[in-house]
C-alpha cells in the first residue's frame, strides 16, 4: 500500500531536549516536505526537499533541521525544542513535477512544556 | 500561504443546506488539491483540478477551477453532519523557479442538525 509513514503520532517532551520526528514513504518519490499547522494558519512548509542531499528551507525554518539521506526517508529535527513549536506536524510527498499528488502522512502532534 | 486566500475562515450551515468555499491563488496554478480534515487529524484527498474549466465530483461535493481567475470553488450540496471539518485548498505554485505546495489558511465547517 503506497503510505507516508510519520512517527510518533504524539509527542510530550521539555524545552531544549532534542527529538527527530522520522518520515517515510515508500512511492519512490523524489519530493518530500514538512509542514506544520496551526490554528488559523492553514499548513505551512517548514523544508522541502526535491531528491537525495537536495534540501531547501520553507516558510517557516527556524529551529528545525532536516536531512535527505535516502530518498525514502525525510527526517525532522529539532535540536533545541521550545514551546512556539508546539503545533501539528505533517510530512508529505510526492513526484516532482507540477501537479502531482501529494500524500501526507499521518501527523505528529508536537508539545514542547 | 499569502499565495493562497480561502473564503470563508469559517462556515455554519444547517443540515440539508448548500454551501461553497472559495480559494484563490495570486499565483498561476499548476494544480490544485481540496482536502478535508477532521480536527487535529490527517489529510483526506478530495480532489485534485489541473485544467481551466475542470470540474469534478466526489459524492455530494463538486470543485470547479477558473483557470482565468486563478480561482477554485468547493461546493456541497444537501450538506449532513458527516461533511463537517476543516476544508484545505492546496495549490502547486512556481515560486523563483522552485515548486511548490502551497495551503490556504483552511475553512472550518459546522453542520447544525
Known amino acids: 500500500e503506497a503510505q507516508v509513514t510519520q512517527n510518533p503520532r504524539y509527542l510530550i517532551t521539555v524545552t531544549g531536549k532534542k527529538l527527530t520526528v522520522t518520515c517515510s514513504q515508500n512511492?519512490?518519490?523524489?519530493?518530500m516536505s514538512w509542514y506544520r499547522q496551526d490554528p488559523g494558519l492553514g499548513l505551512r512548509q517548514i523544508y522541502y526537499?526535491?531528491?537525495?542531499?537536495?534540501?531547501d528551507k520553507g516558510d517557516v525554518p527556524e529551529g528545525y533541521k532536516v536531512s535527505r539521506k535516502e530518498k525514502r526517508n525525510f527526517p525532522l529535527i529539532l535540536e533545541s525544542p521550545s514551546p512556539n513549536q508546539t503545533s501539528l506536524y505533517f510530512c508529505?510527498?510526492?513526484?516532482?513535477?507540477?501537479?502531482?499528488?501529494?500524500?501526507f502522512g499521518q501527523g505528529t502532534r508536537l508539545t514542547v512544556v | 500561504s499569502q499565495e493562497l486566500e480561502q473564503s470563508p475562515q469559517s462556515l455554519i450551515v444547517q443540515e440539508g443546506k448548500n454551501l461553497t468555499i472559495n480559494c484563490t491563488s495570486s499565483?498561476?496554478?499548476?494544480?490544485l488539491y481540496w482536502y478535508k480534515q477532521k480536527y487535529g487529524e490527517g489529510l483526506i484527498f478530495l480532489m485534485m483540478l489541473q485544467k481551466g474549466g475542470e470540474e469534478k465530483s466526489h459524492e455530494k461535493i463538486t470543485a470547479k477551477l477558473d483557470e482565468k481567475k486563478q480561482q477554485s470553488s468547493l461546493h456541497i450540496t444537501a450538506s449532513q453532519p458527516s461533511h463537517a471539518g476543516i476544508y484545505l485548498c492546496g495549490a502547486d505554485i512556481l515560486i523563483q523557479g522552485a515548486q511548490k505546495l502551497v495551503f490556504g489558511q483552511g475553512t472550518r465547517l459546522t453542520i447544525n442538525p
Open positions: 526537499s526535491m531528491n537525495v542531499e537536495v534540501t
Open positions: 499565483k498561476t496554478l499548476y494544480g
Open positions: 512511492m519512490n518519490h523524489e519530493y
Open positions: 508529505a510527498s510526492s513526484l516532482l513535477f507540477m501537479g502531482a499528488q501529494a500524500f
